[in-house]
């Protein structure tokens, strides 16, 4: 059974930082593109950050200078670093692994989130 969960949320004040990580089991991590999703409410799910198998890491514009994200496959865990928060990046966030093999078959498996709350 594969599970991706997720830790390290929390409530932090505008400008402050925190550290989600993400822990898989069931599947080998380095096969797979990383990503870090979240979802504000009333929002849809937007992409955060992901980093792929070479470790080529790519940000959105809201989050670029503020957020890196990273692997270690030797633990089998990505983590986002988030500084400078702001109260807009108040969200769930969610840890996502994909794979697609040259037939375009996706693999694509989900955590169940962790809350970030930013506010004074």
């Known amino acids: 059974q594969v599970q991706l969960v997720e830790s390290g949320g929390g409530l932090v004040q505008p400008g402050g930082s925190l550290r989600l990580s993400c822990v898989a089991s069931?599947?080998?991590?380095?096969?797979?593109?990383m990503y870090w999703y979240r979802q504000a409410p009333g929002k849809q799910r937007e992409q955060v950050a992901r980093?792929?198998?070479?470790?080529?890491?790519t940000y959105e514009d809201f989050v670029q200078g503020r957020f890196a994200i990273s692997r270690d496959n030797a633990k089998n865990s990505i983590f986002l670093q988030m500084n400078r928060l702001k109260p807009e990046d108040t969200a769930v966030y969610y840890c996502?692994?994909?794979?697609?093999?040259?037939?375009?078959?996706?693999?694509?498996?989900w955590g169940r989130g962790t809350q970030v709350t930013v506010s004074s």
């Open positions: 996502n692994a994909n794979h697609i093999t040259g037939l375009g078959v996706e693999t694509d498996y």
């Open positions: 069931g599947i080998d991590i380095s096969g797979y593109v």
């Open positions: 980093v792929t198998r070479s470790g080529i890491l």
